[in-house]
């Protein structure tokens, strides 16, 4: 092997790659964020007795799970201005593809958790002249988001990784750059540990610190 | 005879095509305390949980203090939350699996339906529900989670959480069936001192002796009807229906 690694190519670009992060940044915590909400909402649909919430809710889960992901974003950037004549950025089209995939997914381990909680505590707290509302806010969710926590820490790890995609409809995030800087330099192996490594330091502290989380949890049950 | 806080009239409760409670009539007064008996599967759990809406009703009225319970509208009539919760915070109820908050400590389980549904002050909240975990003989106890009770220390702190939203009525569903049987007497003992103070309460029990001294009337519930209604005397003692001496005769098969 005569091939000599050069990382000063990485030192050099640093700022490339830092505008990259920061676009990745602004791509994962909103649909994170997003994803959560709009998962709530949709698992109070899916287990909604009324079909016409029931019924859709399943509909917009399923499409979302069962299809690739790289299909939707490309399918937001493309296929949006051909339906309603109206062209996304990279950006947006990213985003949205992002929110609306995390929150079928968030939708399913809401919906898992509230179904493994015991009727009975819905059935204690109404029995105290709580609303179905209040019930979820201070029985039902506190228990759902600790027994879910691993399950949300790993759809947030997964997401993460996936907005690597949006460098396809070219959007100017990590990967983007990484593409970029590998194809002008011919220096992909440096280049691209780099990017990994930079993913790594981006999402570690995250699990560390749900882990922690978890375990503070714990100890009151 | 004293005007009924709570009238039921013509109550019936299907699950499918499961006809469990078949056209029940049915009302307490105030200081009434009435022990529900009968069969597994004849509905008296079903019959209990009608009555603060844990189960919908498939047919009847249920009445409180005069005011009928829902709202009708071309001939349907429908249950508002709104008067549901109202009818919850008046008629309290105390499960057979306790189903405390396993995230909250006992105090907080107690203070909950205070601070959430009556909106008070934590202070004050606070102050109601150590007086009601002292009634139920849990002091000691305040800051300990509920998994790490015992099964009858668990449902004193129900009772208490029970007890401190001042209900009208009580209701208690199989409140010691699911306990040890050493754990049974200090229940029983906390639910004898609420009649004491002349609480109108309603109990769904297997245990015929304590129904025996703790009831002012006493339902022998088959098939989804009241097969027999009287005096713990005449219903436990002297029971006139054959359906009824067939099920003492078979509790007392064992009795030594």
């Given at each position: 092997?005569?091939?000599?690694?050069?990382?000063?190519?990485?030192?050099?670009?640093?700022?490339?790659?830092?505008?990259?992060?920061?676009?990745?940044?602004?791509?994962?915590?909103?649909?994170?964020?997003?994803?959560?909400?709009?998962?709530?909402?949709?698992?109070?649909?899916?287990?909604?007795?009324r079909?016409w919430?029931?019924?859709?809710?399943?509909?917009?889960?399923?499409l979302?799970?069962?299809?690739?992901?790289?299909?939707?974003?490309?399918?937001?950037?493309?296929?949006?201005?051909?339906?309603?004549?109206?062209?996304?950025?990279?950006?947006?089209?990213?985003?949205?593809?992002?929110?609306l995939?995390t929150?079928?997914?968030s939708?399913?381990?809401?919906?898992?958790?509230?179904?493994?909680?015991?009727?009975?505590?819905m059935?204690?707290?109404?029995?105290?002249g709580?609303?179905?509302?209040?019930?979820?806010?201070?029985?039902?969710?506190?228990?759902?988001?600790?027994?879910?926590?691993?399950?949300?820490?790993?759809?947030?790890?997964?997401?993460?990784?996936?907005?690597?995609?949006?460098?396809?409809?070219?959007?100017?995030?990590?990967?983007?750059q990484?593409?970029?800087?590998?194809?002008?330099?011919?220096r992909?192996?440096?280049i691209?540990?780099?990017?990994?490594?930079?993913?790594?330091?981006?999402?570690?502290?995250?699990t560390?610190?749900a882990?922690?989380?978890?375990?503070?949890?714990?100890?009151?049950? | 005879?004293?005007k009924?806080?709570?009238?039921?009239?013509?109550?019936?409760?299907?699950?499918?095509?499961?006809?469990v409670?078949r056209?029940?009539?049915?009302?307490?007064?105030?200081?009434?305390?009435?022990?529900?008996?009968?069969?597994?599967g004849?509905?008296?759990?079903?019959?209990?949980?009608?009555?603060?809406?844990?189960?919908?009703?498939?047919?009847?009225?249920?009445?409180?203090?005069g005011?009928?319970?829902?709202?009708?509208?071309n001939?349907?009539?429908?249950?508002?939350?709104?008067?549901?919760?109202?009818?919850?915070?008046?008629v309290?109820?105390?499960?057979?699996?306790?189903?405390?908050?396993?995230?909250?400590?006992?105090?907080?389980?107690?203070?909950?339906?205070l601070?959430?549904?009556k909106?008070?002050?934590?202070?004050?909240?606070?102050?109601?529900a150590?007086?009601?975990?002292?009634?139920?003989?849990?002091?000691?106890?305040?800051?300990?989670?509920?998994?790490?009770?015992?099964?009858?220390?668990?449902?004193?702190?129900?009772?208490?959480?029970?007890?401190?939203?001042?209900?009208?009525?009580?209701?208690?569903?199989?409140?010691?069936?699911?306990?040890?049987?050493?754990?049974?007497?200090?229940?029983?003992?906390?639910i004898?001192?609420?009649a004491?103070?002349?609480?109108?309460?309603?109990?769904?029990?297997?245990?015929l002796?304590?129904?025996?001294?703790?009831?002012?009337k006493?339902?022998?519930?088959?098939?989804?009807?009241?097969?027999?209604?009287?005096?713990?005397?005449?219903?436990?003692?002297?029971?006139?229906?054959?359906r009824?001496?067939e099920?003492l005769?078979?509790?007392?098969?064992?009795?030594?």
């Open positions: 092997m005569n091939y000599s690694p050069d990382f000063s190519v990485v030192l050099d670009n640093w700022p490339v790659l830092a505008r990259g992060l920061w676009v990745t940044i602004q791509i994962w915590l909103p649909s994170i964020a997003l994803g959560l909400i709009g998962g709530f909402l949709i698992s109070q649909a899916r287990l909604s007795s079909r919430l029931s019924i859709p809710s399943l509909v917009y889960v399923e979302f799970r069962d299809t690739p992901v790289l299909i939707q974003l490309i399918w937001f950037f493309y296929a949006f201005p051909i339906l309603i004549g109206v062209q996304l950025t990279p950006f947006t089209a990213a985003l949205l593809g992002l929110t995939n929150t079928a997914y939708a399913e381990i809401f919906r898992g958790g509230i179904k493994s909680i015991h009727r009975g505590q059935e204690g707290a109404k029995a105290i709580m609303t179905h509302a209040q019930a979820m806010r201070r029985v039902i969710l506190p228990q759902v988001v600790k027994r879910m926590l691993p399950a949300f820490t790993n759809r947030m790890i997964e997401v993460a990784k996936m907005s690597s995609l949006a460098s396809v409809i070219s959007v100017h995030e990590l990967m983007y990484g593409r970029l800087l590998s194809s002008t330099y011919y992909p192996f440096e691209l540990t780099a990017v990994a490594f930079i993913y790594f330091v981006l999402i570690y502290p995250g560390f610190l882990g922690r989380l978890e375990k503070r949890l714990a100890r009151s049950s | 005879m004293q009924p806080i709570l009238e039921i009239k013509g109550l019936h409760k299907r699950f499918g095509d499961h006809h409670l056209g029940i009539d049915f009302s307490v007064a105030a200081g009434e305390r009435i022990a529900i008996i009968g069969g597994s004849s509905g008296k759990s079903t019959f209990l949980r009608c009555m603060n809406f844990m189960e919908t009703l498939s047919e009847g009225e249920i009445w409180l203090d005011k009928r319970i829902g709202t009708e509208r001939g349907q009539v429908t249950y508002p939350e709104r008067q549901l919760c109202a009818v919850r915070e008046r309290g109820m105390v499960f057979q699996q306790f189903n405390l908050f396993p995230h909250m400590t006992v105090l907080q389980n107690v203070m909950e339906g601070v959430t549904v909106g008070m002050a934590r202070e004050q909240a606070r102050e109601i150590l007086q009601e975990l002292d009634k139920v003989g849990l002091s000691e106890k305040v800051d300990a989670w509920p998994g790490r009770l015992s099964g009858g220390q668990q449902q004193r702190v129900a009772i208490a959480r029970a007890l401190s939203m001042k209900p009208e009525i009580l209701l208690f569903d199989e409140p010691t069936s699911s306990l040890d049987p050493e754990l049974v007497g200090e229940v029983l003992r906390v004898n001192h609420l004491e103070e002349g609480r109108t309460m309603l109990l769904v029990t297997h245990e002796g304590f129904a025996y001294h703790f009831a002012t006493v339902i022998f519930l088959a098939d989804g009807v009241f097969h027999e209604v009287g005096t713990p005397d005449e219903v436990l003692k002297n029971p006139r229906q054959a009824t001496q099920f005769r078979r509790f007392g098969e064992f009795a030594f």
